[in-house]
């Protein structure tokens, strides 16, 4: 049982590239959600979704799109990637879709942009 | 904004010392939760505790959540070196939505 996979765990991308952060869990869990952490912020959240084919947002949204073809996996978009967006991002999953159950964590991909 | 604020940012202890963290939120909850993240990991779920709680215990840890004073406390007793971490308090944003709010957590250090 892995859990919530998260790859890759480093990146470095010049400004204005694009990629996809790929999320995965293999607990069945409906609501996936993604978090930005940087220092003195505390972590952030970007986008989630309570089932394949629903995603809505998060406090920081702008400049990542989602998507949710399958229960199992939730990437994240950087149409084109700003310094700004440098930070470590953090998948998160969850059975069911009330607030009242734990999030399972990945351990997160750093991207730094130049 | 964020939901919820602790305090302090960085607490630094000696073992078997007792820490304890401390979170403050805005709006009316249904539950908090505490989640305690390692330098470099993900972070893990530790405890929740429901707005008709006032107390709750997990082997070395208790909780506490005043609703009235919207805050809540992690109290972490007879502390280890391997307690050492980051502590994180996170709220909902709403009843419907499962969004859960992290505040900005607690840096632990405990000395050995």
């Known amino acids: 049982n892995a859990g919530v996979t998260q790859t890759p765990k480093f990146q470095v991308l010049k400004t204005g590239q694009s990629m996809t952060l790929q999320c995965a869990q293999d607990?069945?869990?409906?609501?996936m959600s993604w978090y930005r952490q940087d220092p003195g912020m505390g972590l952030r959240l970007i986008h989630y979704?309570?089932?394949?084919?629903?995603?809505d947002q998060g406090e920081v949204p702008n400049g990542y799109n989602v998507s949710r073809s399958t229960t199992e996996d939730f990437p994240l978009r950087l149409l084109s990637a700003a310094p700004s967006q440098t930070s470590v991002y953090f998948c998160?999953?969850?059975?069911?879709?009330?607030?009242?159950?734990?999030?399972?964590f990945g351990e997160g991909s750093r991207l730094t942009v130049l | 904004s964020q939901q919820g604020e602790e305090d302090p940012q960085a607490l630094s202890i000696q073992e078997g010392e007792n820490a304890t963290m401390n979170c403050s939120y805005k709006?009316?909850?249904?539950?908090l939760q505490w989640y305690r993240q390692n330098s470099g990991r993900g972070l893990v779920h530790l405890i929740l505790?429901?707005?008709?709680?006032r107390e709750k215990h997990s082997g070395r840890l208790r909780v506490t959540l005043d609703t009235s004073k919207k805050s809540s406390s992690l109290l972490i007793t007879a502390s280890r070196a391997a307690d050492t971490a980051s502590y994180f308090c996170?709220?909902?944003?709403?009843?419907?939505?499962?969004?859960?709010?992290f505040g900005q957590g607690t840096t632990l250090q405990v000395k050995p």
């Open positions: 979704s309570v089932g394949a084919g629903i995603t």
């Open positions: 996170a709220t909902p944003r709403s009843s419907n939505t499962g969004k859960l709010i």
């Open positions: 998160a999953s969850r059975a069911g879709t009330a607030n009242t159950g734990e999030l399972f």
């Open positions: 607990m069945n869990h409906e609501y």
């Open positions: 505790i429901r707005s008709n709680e």
């Open positions: 709006t009316s909850i249904n539950n």
